[in-house]
């Protein structure tokens, strides 16, 4: 399967946006998607993830009650709705599969190329 995120841009603090992560060439199936970022010179880290089939949803204790991760099967895609940016948030976001809604980047298979959200003050 191969993973396509979308959405992200740049926008000022408070704004919203929502990221789309898409799958072509197979379904997410019984697998975790989760989202992740990353700046320059840092560890990969954990955003947010949710089983495809039961939901669960978890995010991190950094963007919990300004981020939320859903799905849509209807259309074969995980998204990562971001509110209340904040400069610090500023990343290149990847989402990925996993066989379970792991928080540790090394228990994920596939990747996405990444979208980039910039947050200005």
């Known amino acids: 399967v191969q993973l396509q995120a979308s959405g992200g841009g740049a926008v000022r603090a408070w704004d919203s946006l929502r990221l789309s992560c898409k799958a072509s060439?197979?379904?997410?199936?019984?697998?975790?998607v989760g989202w992740f970022r990353q700046t320059p010179g840092k560890e990969r880290e954990f955003v947010a993830v949710?089983?495809?089939?039961?939901?669960?949803?978890t995010v991190a204790d950094s963007v919990k009650g300004r981020f939320t991760i859903s799905r849509d099967s209807t259309k074969n895609t995980v998204y990562l709705q971001m509110n209340s940016l904040k400069p610090e948030d500023t990343a290149v976001y990847y989402c990925?599969?996993?066989?379970?809604?792991?928080?540790?980047?090394?228990?994920?298979?596939?990747w996405g190329p990444g979208t980039l959200v910039t947050v200005s003050s």
């Open positions: 949710i089983s495809w089939i039961g939901g669960r949803p």
């Open positions: 060439g197979g379904t997410f199936s019984e697998l975790a």
């Open positions: 990925a599969t996993a066989d379970w809604t792991t928080t540790l980047s090394h228990e994920y298979t596939y």
